[in-house]
């Protein structure tokens, strides 16, 4: 039984299969690329593409079908038909589009077992399951603080480096973070506004001044 969710298995395997989703872990590699999956039908199903017929002829990448291989020529194009009716954010893909709109709607169907919060992306659900499990494998070798994805160490180091990568465009100044980049760029540089108060109207330019308003 799982002790996070208490679904039921009849084998050990599919278990820990199951586990790897609520915490984030990737431990099936392709040994044909460098993907990696957190169930052992998920690297199954994967393998397919790597003698599927619908092959990118820019990069070689193969695809499940055709329908899969448009979607990934938009990355070489850089074509996004889907666009946000309230931010004007365009996406590659209808799935990318309706995960944003969440942002807007305040929708989160994704709630945790263990506790009252719920999130707006599956990810964001991961990452808070390691909270419950106290499951934090990645260590900062300069300090003693941990992390629940190497993708945060990585962010962290930058800390005792001072590597600032991301650099605005539009004024040459630079973050260590992209999140960062982002905000600057949006309370600098633009007047949108895409986040109204549903009790007065008013608007914002990021949901955390938005919630922050609505709490008072």
Not at 140 to 147: E, G
Not at 155 to 165: A, E, L
Not at 210 to 216: A, D, F, I, S, T
């Amino acid at each position: 039984m799982c002790t996070v969710c208490d679904k039921r298995f009849t084998t050990k395997g599919r278990l820990t299969d199951h586990i790897n989703i609520h915490i984030g872990e990737n431990v099936y590699p392709c040994n044909q690329c460098e993907k990696c999956f957190s169930s052992r039908s998920g690297l199954y199903q994967h393998r397919n593409i790597h003698t599927s017929k619908y092959k990118c002829t820019e990069c070689g990448t193969c695809c499940d079908s055709s329908t899969g291989l448009v979607r990934h020529r938009r990355s070489h194009s850089g074509e996004k038909p889907f666009e946000c009716t309230i931010c004007s954010k365009r996406f590659t893909r209808a799935g990318h589009l309706a995960t944003h709109s969440r942002i807007h709607s305040g929708q989160k169907p994704y709630k945790c077992y263990l506790c009252d919060k719920a999130f707006s992306q599956s990810t964001n659900l991961n990452s808070h399951m390691r909270v419950h499990i106290a499951d934090k494998p990645y260590e900062c070798l300069m300090c003693d603080k941990a992390f629940s994805y190497s993708c945060n160490l990585n962010n962290h180091m930058r800390v005792h480096t001072g590597d600032k990568p991301y650099e605005c465009s539009l004024c040459g100044k630079s973050f260590s973070e992209s999140s960062s980049l982002q905000t600057h760029k949006l309370y600098i540089h633009s007047d949108a506004r895409p986040y109204q108060c549903s009790y007065c109207g008013k608007l914002f330019k990021t949901n955390g001044d938005l919630k922050q308003h609505e709490r008072r």
